[in-house]
């Protein structure tokens, strides 16, 4: 079950989960059966191929994006099941590292009171 919002779609996963993707993707998501995953603290939308022989398992985010064996595909505003386009960025492993390392170091000094 889908519900629409402007130029989003809510695609309805298992575990009470739904999915964002933009309205012009869903077409072609609706070809897969999506789930709800967690892994760590974050849930993911994933499905599995139906081919016996030779099984496989797609990220919702990493489809939409294409993003390339190697690559990371980053959510830029920290919700995982926010796949639009405009939400997804692939970078590199390091830069993904960094990317995150960076916004903990500026939270550690944001939230560090100083001396009056």
């Not at 402007?6 to 789930?35: C, G, P």
């Amino acid at each position: 079950m889908e519900k629409q919002l402007n130029d989003a779609v809510f695609i309805e996963l298992t575990q009470d989960k739904f999915a964002i993707v933009d309205a012009d993707r869903l077409e072609t998501l609706k070809k897969f059966s999506w789930r709800a995953v967690q892994a760590k603290c974050n849930w993911y939308a994933k499905a599995d191929s139906k081919d016996k022989k030779n099984p496989w398992t797609i990220s919702m985010h990493r489809f939409i994006a294409r993003t390339p064996s190697g690559m990371i595909c980053h959510h830029k505003n920290g919700n995982s099941l926010d796949n639009r386009k405009c939400n997804l960025e692939n970078m590199s492993k390091i830069q993904h590292t960094l990317y995150h390392a960076n916004n903990k170091i500026r939270r550690i000094f944001e939230t560090t009171p100083t001396k009056k």
